[in-house]
């Protein structure tokens, strides 16, 4: 009969992303039979994290400190500001390091199957923020999928009283793609988003 | 037992960590849902966007089980779309009103067809909102609310019709139903005839089409229409005060 403490913990590693029943069961004897070097570690690091990291009040990003670091950042330039749905395509773009600029983290996109308004996403803020006089231009980096351009056409709507350049990220190629393997959307998309080279 | 068709997505929900319920309009076996492994990971989620023209294979061990969809690419309706703001919103809102309008199961193979010939009309930047009104008109139809805008419900006649009834969706001439002008739907000629199809010609039609999907439409009652419409006939109206046309915005 297996130990009902260490059934609750297999159990809630297993409902962790990535991992299920058998890899929970793996990583929970990884922790017990390493108490020092990987549990009490880890313990320390999810109640440190739980009790310093929260959502930023200005851009939605998930930091221990308030406004986030990238907020607080002057060395970032102020004059544009990305849209992104969520907290893991600001830590996307900050591992490419390609852009320099604040973000907004909308918290989705709209999605009527599941229950998704206007009314739930960072809107209101958003608008806030690209009412500042040094805001220049807002970085629509929504997915490129229905759901998620659907958003970025409302979200150019709802920006068009404030006096900011909207843009978006580009459509097509990805580097190192060949066009054989593209579907014919991408293709699509690339050829009609063509420029002079 | 399996069964292989030809199938437009109208949604995608994702279902535990990787996979997707997906709700195809099948042609011969109707609105069918089915689970894709799969489904919700990066590969997949291109394939699985709202009105994508797809292959599918169905697969389960009962016929009254969800099954498995096997899913094929045959070509990406949305992506072409995806700068063009209304006609997206306009293929959102088809998709939609088919996942919410229709029984699942029950083959209705004019639908799909007459969808693929909508998101045709849909890449057309003169043309696509009028034909949007006449999908909806054919949608009715094939929910089986047709419109009679033949001949005026009240004298029979064939000519100067300019009203709809909204009790009974039969069209009314000018004379006719002069006197209940503010209880009528105004019937715009594009529909009809050869008219052309202005803004306030769209909007017209919207609102007549709106009235009987959501009065007789199959969720009555319950919470009307899907959002994806509300903010088409949103997109199209403010494009309508704002410029002198709206086809092609």
Not at chain 1, 109 to 135: C, F, N
Request: charged letters at 25%.
């Amino acid at each position: 009969m297996p130990d009902p403490e260490i059934e609750r913990l297999v159990r809630l590693l297993a409902k962790l992303p990535g991992l299920g029943p058998r890899s929970g069961r793996r990583a929970a004897l990884h922790l017990l039979t390493r108490r020092e070097t990987a549990l009490k570690p880890l313990i320390e690091a999810l109640t440190q994290a739980d009790a310093t990291v929260g959502t930023c009040s200005v851009c939605g990003n998930l930091d221990s400190a308030e406004p986030c670091r990238l907020c607080a950042d002057p060395e970032r330039d102020r004059d544009t500001i990305c849209v992104v749905e969520g907290v893991a395509d600001v830590w996307a773009l900050e591992r490419a390091a390609v852009f320099s600029g604040l973000y907004h983290v909308l918290g989705g996109v709209l999605s009527p199957l599941d229950g998704v308004g206007p009314d739930d996403l960072s809107i209101t803020a958003l608008l806030k923020r690209a009412r500042i006089p040094e805001v220049g231009e807002v970085i629509l980096a929504t997915g490129a999928t229905v759901d998620g351009q659907t958003t970025a056409h409302y979200l150019t709507d709802r920006l068009a009283d404030c006096a900011v350049t909207v843009t978006r990220l580009a459509h097509g190629v990805p580097l190192g793609g060949e066009l054989d393997y593209l579907d014919d959307g991408t293709l699509g998309a690339a050829l009609k988003a063509r420029r002079p080279f | 037992m399996d069964w292989t068709d030809d199938g437009i997505v109208l949604s995608a929900r994702k279902h535990g960590e990787s996979a997707a319920v997906v709700h195809l309009m099948t042609r011969a076996h109707g609105r069918h849902a089915g689970l894709v492994r799969g489904g919700g990971g990066r590969r997949m989620r291109g394939v699985l966007q709202p009105g994508n023209q797809v292959r599918c294979v169905w697969r389960a061990r009962l016929q009254e089980h969800l099954g498995h969809f096997t899913v094929e690419l045959v070509r990406s309706r949305a992506a072409v779309l995806l700068d063009e703001r209304l006609p997206l919103t306009a293929l959102s809102a088809a998709c939609a009103l088919v996942d919410s309008m229709f029984p699942e199961r029950e083959a209705h193979p004019g639908v799909h067809d007459d969808l693929l010939e909508l998101f045709d009309a849909l890449a057309r930047p003169d043309t696509w909102s009028a034909a949007y009104v006449r999908w909806e008109i054919v949608l009715l139809r094939e929910l089986g609310f047709g419109l009679d805008l033949g001949s005026c419900a009240a004298t029979g006649v064939r000519h100067d019709l300019v009203w709809v009834s909204p009790k009974s969706g039969r069209a009314v001439s000018a004379d006719a139903g002069r006197p209940y002008r503010d209880r009528l739907l105004p019937l715009p000629g594009f529909l009809i005839g050869d008219a052309p199809a202005r803004a306030a010609d769209v909007m017209a039609g919207l609102r007549l089409t709106g009235h009987f999907l959501a009065t007789h439409g199959p969720g009555a009652g319950h919470g009307g229409l899907p959002p994806a419409r509300d903010r088409l006939v949103a997109g199209l109206s403010r494009s309508a005060t704002t410029s002198c046309g709206i086809n092609g915005a």
